[in-house]
């Protein structure tokens, strides 16, 4: 979006804040509209690779995307091009309308999920609270504009290049917790 606002209106957004229409004289909403960047936009290959490491030493879970591009009726298509163009693979896949069902990630995930499902989020987003729901974790990814988030896991707040060991410690820690209730039982 930086590259974008650069580029089209020659506008120096802030790197350290969510970017919205209101921090951006209204340029954003000018790219969100035209969603085009959807189809272009690069990767985080830190991401990637944790992404298909995981996929890789994990085989037996689910890997799934969540993304607030739901907004814009070309958002899934846009999205799943560029997917299929790098040959990246998902077992679920969740278009979001924040509109619709709420900026709350973890909260459409767990309502579509039972309550005993582990779900790992990795996400910058901080629209929701990371530690509400029971058998939910969050790495959150750290941003410059998501810096006031506070969590009870401070561990869990990773550059990309760390999302591997923090999913693996997490799904180490449901192991031990699954392991610990069954020898409880």
């Known amino acids: 979006m930086l590259y974008l606002l650069k580029y089209i209106f020659n506008y120096d957004a802030p790197d350290d804040v969510y970017l ?5 004289q209204g ?19 830190h991401a ?4 298909k490491r995981l996929q890789a030493d994990f085989p037996n879970l689910k890997h799934g995307l969540a993304t607030h591009r739901g907004y814009h009726a070309d958002g899934e298509g846009l999205t ?9 693979k998902f077992d679920s896949y969740h ?29 910058d987003n901080t629209f929701y609270d990371h530690d509400a ?15 006031h988030v ?5 561990e869990l707040r990773v550059q990309t290049s760390g999302i ?4 693996e410690a997490l799904l180490c820690y449901y192991l031990m917790k699954a392991m610990l209730n069954e020898r409880a039982a």
């Open 48 to 51: 990637v690779a944790a992404w």
């Open 95 to 123: 278009f979001i309308d924040p509109a619709v069902h709420g900026k709350d990630k973890m909260a459409y995930l767990r309502a579509r999920h039972l309550p005993t499902d582990i779900i790992i989020l990795a996400d």
């Open 150 to 154: 506070v969590t009870t896991s401070p």
């Open 164 to 167: 591997y060991e923090a999913v």
């Open 27 to 45: 340029h954003l909403a000018h790219i969100l509209d035209n969603p085009t960047f959807m189809r272009t936009t690069g990767f985080d290959y």
């Open 80 to 88: 799943r091009a560029l997917l299929d163009e790098h040959q990246f």
């Open 133 to 147: 729901y029971p058998n939910s974790s969050t790495v959150l990814i750290d941003k410059p504009w998501n810096k």
């Open 20 to 24: 919205s229409p209101d921090n951006t």
